[in-house]
């Protein structure tokens, strides 16, 4: 523990003494990202997908339109805008040029440069061969592991493993048509070469992908993800939430992509193509059998299906892989100017039958059964001033779902959106992830507007509102219900000074305590944070929240914290302490720190503590890099942290996460 802080100490004076900070996707990224929207699988799985546009960027000057779509961040407007501009001016020379482009906004054009790169256009495009595909590709080796300064009750008696938490990931990708992986995870608790692990890892992911090859346009053969429409039928990819909404202006996209991360949700087991049948037609095609994690009932059924991924105790283990899935099905897109057609379609069959108990009044409708059916229709018109996006879908019993927006962006300093859903309380999708305000697509109904605004050339405002309804009873609320959410953002730049302030308020009708009548469950949040960004490399930024819950009972929490950091071409440094006070879970807070590449680290805190953290990152050689992050958090107001086998017994813990990436 004392050379722990020891190590953090001196972190904290190399950042000082340096006097910076790095700028990197993560910080502008943030700027547009609310992790209450979001689950925290779905967290993990945003940062992910992120971190691998970023290691893999698109070439602007070779990028058709489904290169730009997989951008989570750019419109519909903003893709059709840049697509244009490159075929009527040519390749562009420089990142400035993205300012000619009428609706690219500067959030856009901060974040493009992460993502994309500009390459130098060649007359000739023939296929590369097999032999200079593997002589020009790029190995990348990377271990992670976590270290606990610490002892969970779990570890002493109840854990199969051991307290480590590590990975091991290896990629190869060779230009813009082949990339291949390899990944082995598992969490701390789970057992090494033992027990059913005698392959090493608790769980592997593994791919190939192959594009651009002629008319075979994409293809994955391993784990993958795949996403269609607006998400009703097949998005096994995560759902941006309201605030990112008001970014892309609503619009989804199809997207076949490698499962490259060490989840154990929502990915497809076996392969999928996507065949280009002439320039507006494509077909997707995939097939997939995967095993899952089950609670059985007695007779042998399943009662829930389970994706945590833990495989931590002999009850936990005893679930491992006991049900399999066999899905396949398809899409077919066609896109004529700015018209979007398509249709979806997923079977599913289970091994042993899904019977939840739906004797709970919210469960009644849940997903039941061994066969599942889903199709859609998709359709989107885009132009330079409006885009409309739609999707409307059916399950095998014949209950509706539809979400459909409509944009209007007449300039970049202005863009509106609106966005109307109806999923009935009897549609169920295996694989369907979309907008909503209850994290699912069943038995939800509402309108949401938006509104991002540029008023002057260093103020910038966003807002939204968004109402639903629920016909059926949901978790918590034994009868209809209804919920509202309301956000409004400010943002100030002027020079190397970014002032950010936040405010959202969130009303979610539920049970009282007699489960008699619905009262409301109020949850407000606020967030003011400036930044100073030196031209000599460092940040500093200064941030407070506060978070007000109001159900059955008020609570209250607040934090204060200060981020800086540093960065040089070969290093970077960066270091995080806050002080939090809250006194429930419902008021907690949440605090961004700075992540190293594939390891997430977007926590909550509740209580009254203290956190601190510390981030380095050096280039020992030029393809050989090292990173470290300590964090120590300590509790001021209990002397025991977590409860059963996660339960630690003192007031404070430190971790020690360290990564070694070998380029070759």
């Known amino acids: 523990m004392r050379s722990g802080l020891t190590i953090f100490a001196l972190l904290v004076v190399l950042n000082v003494s340096a006097q910076t900070e790095p700028s990197g996707w993560q910080q502008a990224w943030e700027r547009m990202y609310s992790p209450e929207d979001m689950e925290e699988g779905e967290w993990e799985e ?10 893999h960027p698109i070439d602007l000057n070779r990028a058709t339109r ?50 994309t790169f500009l390459g130098e256009v060649k007359e000739e495009k023939h296929l590369p061969s097999m032999q200079q595909i593997f002589k020009y590709g790029k190995h990348t080796v990377t271990a992670t592991t976590r270290w606990p300064f610490y002892e969970r009750k779990g570890d002493r008696n109840g854990y199969l493993g051991y307290g ?21 995870a598992q969490d701390a608790g789970e057992p090494f070469f033992a027990h059913r692990n005698s392959w090493g890892y608790d769980t592997y992911s593994y791919y190939i992908q192959v594009r651009k090859l002629g008319v075979l346009e994409n293809a994955v053969v391993g784990k993958y993800k795949l996403s269609a429409g607006m998400g009703l039928v097949l998005n096994t990819s995560f759902s941006l939430g309201k605030l990112v909404t008001l970014q892309n202006l ?18 497809f ?51 491992k892989n006991n049900t399999h899935l066999t899905a396949t099905g398809g899409t077919l897109d066609l896109h004529f100017g700015g018209l979007r057609l398509g249709a979806n379609a997923v079977y599913t069959h289970l091994d042993r039958s899904l019977e939840p108990n739906r004797n709970v009044l919210y469960r009644q409708h849940q997903a039941h059964g061994s066969h599942f059916f889903n199709a859609s229709v998709n359709y989107a018109f885009n132009h330079h001033l409006v885009s409309f996006h739609g ?16 944009s209007y962006q007449p ?15 009897r549609y169920t999708g295996l694989y369907s992830h979309s907008f909503s305000d209850g994290g699912r697509t069943q038995n939800e109904q509402g309108g949401y507007l938006g509104i991002n605004w540029t008023a002057s050339a260093h103020l910038r ?43 959202r308020l969130h009303i979610r009708e539920k049970d009282d305590e007699a489960k008699t009548a619905l009262v409301k469950d109020r949850q407000q949040r606020w967030r003011l944070s400036a930044t100073y960004t030196s031209p000599a490399g460092w940040t500093a930024k200064t941030q407070g929240d506060i978070a007000r819950s109001a159900y059955k009972d008020t609570n209250h929490g607040w934090m204060v914290s200060e981020h800086l950091s540093y960065q040089r071409p070969q290093w970077q440094v960066s270091a995080v302490a806050a002080y939090f006070d809250s006194n429930a879970y419902a008021s907690r807070i949440y605090l961004y720190e700075r992540q190293m590449q594939h390891d997430f680290a977007y926590s909550s805190y509740f209580g009254r503590g203290i956190r601190l953290a510390a981030f380095v990152r050096t280039d020992i050689l030029s393809n050989l890099t090292i990173a470290a992050r300590l964090g120590y958090t300590n509790y001021f107001d209990r002397a025991t942290i977590g409860s059963g086998l996660q339960q630690i017994d003192a007031s404070h813990q430190t971790d020690l996460n360290l990564q070694v990436r070998w380029k070759f």
């Not at 059924?301 to 283990?317: D, N």
């Not at 999707?391 to 409509?406: F, P, R, Y």
């Open 46 to 55: 945003c940062y992910e997908r992120l971190q691998q546009l970023s290691e």
């Open 66 to 115: 489904e290169d730009l779509e997989q951008l989570p961040f750019l419109s519909a407007q903003q893709v059709m805008d840049l697509t244009e501009y490159l075929d009527r001016y040519g390749p562009m020379r420089s990142m400035n040029e993205l300012k000619m482009v009428g609706s690219m906004d500067y959030q856009q054009i901060a974040l493009l440069p992460y993502f």
């Open 164 to 184: 480590l938490r590590h990975s091991l990931r290896y990629e190869f990708s060779s230009g813009q048509y082949v990339r291949a992986g390899l990944i082995g």
């Open 250 to 267: 609503g619009r989804q996209s199809n997207t076949l992509r490698p499962h490259t991360s060490r989840s154990e949700a929502d990915y």
């Open 269 to 319: 087991q076996g392969a999928a193509t996507t065949l280009r049948l002439s320039k507006p037609v494509a077909l997707t095609a995939f097939v997939s059998y995967r095993p899952m994690d089950a609670t059985l009932n007695a007779d042998g059924s399943a009662a829930t299906l389970i994706s945590s991924g833990y495989h931590r105790t002999p009850a936990e283990m005893d679930k």
């Open 391 to 406: 999707e409307t879908a059916t399950n095998q019993d014949g209950a509706m779902a539809t979400v459909n927006t409509l």
């Open 411 to 425: 300039n970049a300093a202005l863009g509106l959106v609106g966005l109307y859903r109806f999923y009935s309380y």
């Open 461 to 503: 405002l966003q807002a939204y509102a968004d109402y639903s309804y629920s016909p059926w009873a949901r978790y918590q609320a034994t009868q209809s219900s209804a919920a509202a959410d309301f956000l409004l953002q400010a943002d100030w730049d002027r020079g190397p000074w970014n002032v950010q302030g936040r405010y």
